[in-house]
Every structure is written in structure tokens, then in C-alpha cells.
T-cell receptor
Framework: AQSVTQPDIHITVSEGASLELRCNYS??????LFWYVQSPGQGLQLLLK??????LVQGIKGFEAEFKRSQSSFNLRKPSVHWSDAAEYFC?????????????FGGGTRLMVKP | NAGVMQNPRHLVRRRGQEARLRCSPV?????VYWYRQLPEEGLKFMVY????????ESGMPKERFSAEFPKEGPSILRIQQVVRGDSAAYFC?????????????FGSGTQLSVL
């Protein structure tokens, strides 16, 4: 069965430090992959997506993610974290062959930013 | 152009009562998805609807849960005889198309608390 795993439940970084959030997927074929951010009491906002082509994907708010087929990973990165980045981050996948927009989400990583 | 509107934002019910959650998709969107987020977990797909049709309800419990998306009006997720385990955040998402995930918009969710 398809699955998306985020190994880190909580991560704390200092403001200005670099950030990497891990995401691994398990699908029969390469899925579409997404990163969403959820601020407290808010819905999900799409940060970036990977469908095909260039494996390094640029997103909003200075985030990027790299698709690595050999590692079945799609890690999210940011070179310098801002306090406003504190939120919960979800990696999600979609089977390219399915009808409809059903996403499989990872369990989320809660990011805390120290001043 | 309003986004996906969900109401109420917070809903408190006693065990055995009914919960009705409403979702108004983005204007012009005819595809609606419901997800449930249990505490400390990621979002889990429940049901996918188009106007007047349920396309995929594979993620929805067979008992007590139902969903509709009428020709006119919002999509409704209905939970009968709620139990404490139904306490969760319920998110609705909409899209104009069935396969282009980049057009998926999420609402801010309804937090259901069952006493």
C-alpha cells in the first residue's frame, strides 16, 4: 500500500539556521509529491510540488525540496529559517494513476524556531 | 474570490448527538474532498464527491458517517451518534478538476470535540 513517512515528529532550530525536513514515500511508481504547511488554526497551504522533470523544486517562502528516486525521498529544505516558519509541515503523495485528487499524507513534522 | 469556507470552525457535541459539518468550495469548483486529522496525526482521506455524486468513499467509516454534495449548496459531512473517537479536525478541499492536484484548495477546518 502506498504510504508517506515523516520520521521526525518535532524539530527545533535556531532562527537563521538551515532546515531540512525528511519525507520518504512508498509507491508502486513515482508519485506526485507535495509539501504543505499548516499554521495553528489554519488550513493547509501548498509550499511546492513535484510532478516530473527537474528533481530540485523551488517553492514559496524560500523553501525547496529535492526528489531522490534512489532514496525514495523528497526532503524539504530552507537555507535560513525565520521565526514565522514555525508551523506543522506535511509531506503528501498522490498516485499519478488514480482518478481524483486523493492525497496520502505523512504524519507531519512540527517545527519550532528558537530566537 | 473566497477560498474554501468551512463552518463551524469549532463544534462541540455530546456523545450520541449528531454533527453536521459544512463546506462551501471555491466558486466554480465541482470536486470536493473531506479529510480527517486526528490529534498528533496527519490528514487521512475520507471521501471524494462531485456534484450530486460520491466518487470515492473508501476512507470513510461505514457506520454513522455520510457525505453529500448537492447540486445547490455546500457539501455536508454528517456524523450520527458521535463518539469520543470522532474528535478531530475535519478539513475540506476543493478543485475544479479531478486530476490536477496543484489546483487543490483547503479550508481552515472544523474542530469537532465530543464530550
Amino acid at each position: 500500500a502506498q504510504s508517506v513517512t515523516q520520521p521526525d515528529i518535532h524539530i527545533t532550530v535556531s532562527e537563521g539556521a538551515s532546515l531540512e525536513l525528511r519525507c520518504n514515500y512508498s509507491y508502486g511508481a513515482t508519485p506526485y509529491l507535495f509539501w504543505y504547511v499548516q499554521s495553528p488554526g489554519q488550513g493547509l497551504q501548498l509550499l511546492l510540488k513535484y510532478f516530473s522533470g527537474d528533481t530540485l523544486v523551488q517553492g514559496i517562502k524560500g523553501f525547496e525540496a529535492e526528489f531522490k528516486r534512489s532514496q525514495s525521498s523528497f526532503n524539504l529544505r530552507k537555507p535560513s529559517v525565520h521565526w514565522s516558519d514555525a508551523a506543522e509541515y506535511f509531506c503528501a503523495g498522490q498516485d499519478w494513476d488514480n482518478a481524483g485528487n486523493m492525497l496520502t499524507f505523512g504524519g507531519g513534522t512540527r517545527l519550532m524556531v528558537k530566537p | 474570490n473566497a477560498g474554501v469556507m468551512q463552518n463551524p470552525r469549532h463544534l462541540v457535541r455530546r456523545r450520541g448527538q449528531e454533527a453536521r459539518l459544512r463546506c462551501s468550495p471555491v466558486k466554480g469548483h465541482s470536486h470536493v474532498y473531506w479529510y480527517r486529522q486526528l490529534p498528533e496525526e496527519g490528514l487521512k482521506f475520507m471521501v471524494y464527491l462531485q456534484k450530486e455524486n460520491i466518487i470515492d468513499e473508501s476512507g470513510m467509516p461505514k457506520e454513522r458517517f455520510s457525505a453529500e454534495f448537492p447540486k445547490e449548496g455546500p457539501s455536508i459531512l454528517r456524523i450520527q451518534q458521535v463518539v469520543r473517537g470522532d474528535s478531530a479536525a475535519y478539513f475540506c478541499a476543493s478543485s475544479p478538476l479531478e486530476t490536477v492536484n496543484e489546483k487543490l484548495f483547503f479550508g481552515s477546518g472544523t474542530q469537532l470535540s465530543v464530550l
